[in-house]
């Protein structure tokens, strides 16, 4: 009877774990968005290597840090960035909030940079005012490589200065920035000139597109019609050719316009840019004037599809377009998303914490006294780190290895009852036991004659 029952409680136990495991199944996790990602720990060198070499060149540079909302109001952006950009046409993530205001994740963060500018009277400080911030973006574009929907900007941006010396410090930043960081790049530059000198171009231009009118995309059919400039931007294979053969832009230049174009040149020479002319750089926003510029990589290889690894340019009439005083102004932004992957593809080792020493305490009574030793030491500028999760000494050794330490110690039970601790030497497994209060002199006594030699 008994043995009976027990089978028949196997039996529900069997089905009620069979049910259990298709619930299990039943749930599917939630899976990221497209066109968005996760910056995993991995990823994190490259990413403090990134932020930390902004950070420092900003500080070096003179730009003082700014904190911009993620959401902006929709009119920002239709006013700054033009209405018939592909920003603004087709990529804002642009939503209703509960009050109905049209608001935007922000594609980008000029805009916002000029609306604090004026919003908190700047114009008031000495000029020029520079700014620098860091942050995520958001457009809604086509998923591809080096192309995602919530992407990363650093960003300077300058105010208050007509010089074309800003806009060689932009460039001069710039490369300074990705070589630093392991990058070899080339500078594609361009100027755009005032709109005045603009005007007679757009004209030349649509002439030329309307004599290829039957060849050209749909998007380059509107494009003429209403925003010429976008027509090279175009990446459409088939277009390519007409835009090759089309009138450039630096020929229209007025005298002025040309003679700003060649300072910029002339400092960058100075400074051994090493940059291209590149006569159809017209950068996809519409309020820029004079330089334009982008970054890639100098040694791409050939056929690979060159993504620009940041790019800016001056954008005198966009304090004004926004309601401001007329503000000269020229900015620079490096995407940090495709800066990483770049490191990666070479192998660049980016920013890690290197710690010197590894903590490993075995059993219950060695772990209470593990923490405030961890701090002791980390107080006193010993580079430490831990995995007090692993119990077992081969675990922690092993991470030990893997964190590339010099010393572990290794503090047991017995350790812990004499007042000692086991300093093992990961080089040559050499171990010698020390009064635990004197390991912090010991260590630090260790580290300095390391650097000495
Ligand atoms: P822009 O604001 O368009 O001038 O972009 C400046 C830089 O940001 C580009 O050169 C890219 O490095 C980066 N960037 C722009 N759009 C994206 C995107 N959708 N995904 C990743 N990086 C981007």
Same mark, same amino acid.
């Given at each position: 009877?008994?043995?009976?029952?027990?089978?028949?409680?196997?039996?529900?136990?069997?089905?009620?774990?069979?049910?259990?495991?298709?619930?299990?199944?039943?749930?599917?996790?939630?899976?990221?968005?497209?066109?968005?990602?996760?910056?995993?720990?991995?990823?994190?060198?490259?990413?403090?290597?990134?932020?930390?070499?902004?950070?420092?060149?900003?500080?070096?540079?003179?730009?003082?840090?700014?904190?911009?909302?993620?959401?902006?109001?929709?009119?920002?952006?239709?006013?700054?960035?033009?209405?018939?950009?592909?920003?603004?046409?087709?990529?804002?993530?642009?939503?209703?909030?509960?009050?109905?205001?049209?608001?935007?994740? =922000?594609?980008?963060?000029?805009?916002?940079?000029?609306?604090?500018?004026?919003?908190?009277?700047?114009?008031?400080?000495?000029?020029?005012?520079?700014?620098?911030?860091?942050?995520?973006?958001?457009?809604?574009?086509?998923?591809?490589?080096? =192309?995602? $929907?919530?992407?990363?900007? &650093?960003?300077?941006?300058?105010?208050?200065?007509?010089?074309?010396?800003?806009?060689?410090?932009?460039?001069?930043?710039?490369?300074?920035?990705?070589?630093?960081?392991?990058?070899?790049?080339?500078?594609?530059?361009?100027?755009?000139?005032?709109?005045?000198?603009?005007?007679?171009?757009?004209?030349?231009?649509?002439?030329?597109?309307?004599?290829?009118?039957?060849?050209?995309?749909?998007?380059?059919?509107?494009?003429?019609?209403?925003?010429?400039?976008?027509?090279? @931007?175009?990446?459409?294979?088939?277009?390519?050719?007409?835009?090759?053969?089309?009138?450039?832009?630096?020929?229209?230049?007025?005298?002025?316009?040309?003679?700003?174009?060649?300072?910029?040149?002339?400092?960058?020479?100075?400074?051994?840019?090493?940059?291209?002319?590149?006569?159809?750089?017209?950068?996809?926003? @519409?309020?820029?004037?004079?330089?334009?510029?982008?970054?890639?990589?100098? @040694?791409q290889e050939e056929g690979k599809r060159q993504s620009a690894l940041g790019g800016g340019g001056r954008y005198d009439?966009?304090?004004?377009?926004?309601?401001? $005083?007329?503000?000269?102004?020229?900015?620079?932004?490096?995407?940090?998303?495709?800066?990483?992957?770049?490191?990666?593809?070479?192998?660049?080792?980016?920013?890690?914490?290197?710690?010197?020493?590894?903590?490993?305490? &075995?059993?219950?009574?060695?772990?209470?006294?593990?923490?405030?030793?961890?701090?002791?030491l980390r107080q006193g500028g010993v580079l430490v780190t831990q995995t007090f999760g692993k119990s077992a000494l081969?675990?922690?050794?092993?991470?030990?290895?893997?964190?590339?330490? =010099?010393?572990?110690?290794?503090?047991?039970?017995?350790?812990?009852?004499?007042?000692?601790?086991?300093?093992?030497?990961?080089?040559?497994?050499?171990?010698?036991?020390?009064?635990?209060?004197?390991?912090?002199?010991?260590?630090?006594?260790?580290?300095?004659?390391?650097?000495?030699?």
């Open positions: 009877m008994t043995a009976k029952k027990s089978v028949l409680v196997e039996k529900v136990e069997e089905t009620k774990a069979v049910e259990e495991k298709a619930l299990i199944k039943k749930i599917k996790t939630p899976q990221l968005l497209r066109g968005f990602r996760d910056i995993l720990p991995e990823d994190q060198p490259y990413w403090d290597a990134v932020h930390q070499k902004g950070a420092e060149l900003a500080l070096a540079y003179g730009y003082d840090r700014i904190e911009l909302p993620l959401v902006e109001s929709a009119e920002l952006f239709a006013r700054s960035v033009g209405k018939q950009t592909d920003i603004v046409e087709k990529e804002m993530f642009l939503f209703p909030d509960a009050s109905g205001t049209n608001i935007v994740l =922000r594609p980008e963060a000029t805009a916002s940079c000029a609306r604090a500018y004026i919003e908190h009277g700047m114009v008031d400080r000495p000029q020029p005012v520079k700014m620098y911030y860091q942050g995520p973006m958001f457009r809604y574009e086509r998923p591809q490589a080096g =192309r995602y $929907r919530q992407f990363y900007q &650093l960003g300077f941006e300058s105010f208050g200065s007509a010089d074309p010396v800003v806009d060689a410090e932009m460039i001069i930043l710039g490369n300074i920035l990705y070589n630093e960081l392991g990058l070899p790049v080339v500078a594609h530059v361009n100027s755009l000139g005032t709109p005045e000198s603009r005007t007679q171009y757009k004209v030349e231009l649509v002439a030329h597109y309307r004599k290829h009118r039957n060849d050209i995309c749909e998007d380059c059919k509107r494009r003429i019609v209403k925003n010429p400039l976008r027509v090279l @931007d175009c990446k459409e294979e088939g277009c390519q050719n007409i835009k090759n053969n089309a009138p450039q832009l630096l020929d229209f230049l007025d005298e002025a316009s040309k003679e700003h174009f060649m300072k910029v040149l002339e400092y960058l020479d100075e400074m051994n840019v090493s940059y291209v002319l590149t006569p159809h750089l017209v950068r996809g926003l @519409d309020y820029y004037s004079h330089t334009v510029f982008e970054f890639y990589l100098a @040694d009439g966009l304090v004004e377009l926004l309601g401001g $005083r007329p503000t000269p102004a020229c900015g620079f932004a490096p995407g940090v998303d495709r800066i990483m992957s770049a490191m990666k593809e070479k192998e660049l080792s980016g920013l890690r914490y290197q710690p010197t020493v590894y903590l490993a305490p &075995l059993g219950d009574a060695a772990r209470k006294k593990a923490f405030p030793l961890f701090e002791s081969k675990g922690q050794l092993e991470a030990a290895d893997k964190a590339k330490v =010099r010393y572990t110690l290794i503090l047991g039970q017995k350790e812990v009852l004499d007042g000692t601790i086991i300093v093992r030497d990961m080089e040559s497994g050499a171990q010698e036991t020390v009064d635990i209060g004197k390991v912090l002199g010991i260590l630090q006594k260790k580290m300095s004659s390391a650097t000495l030699s």
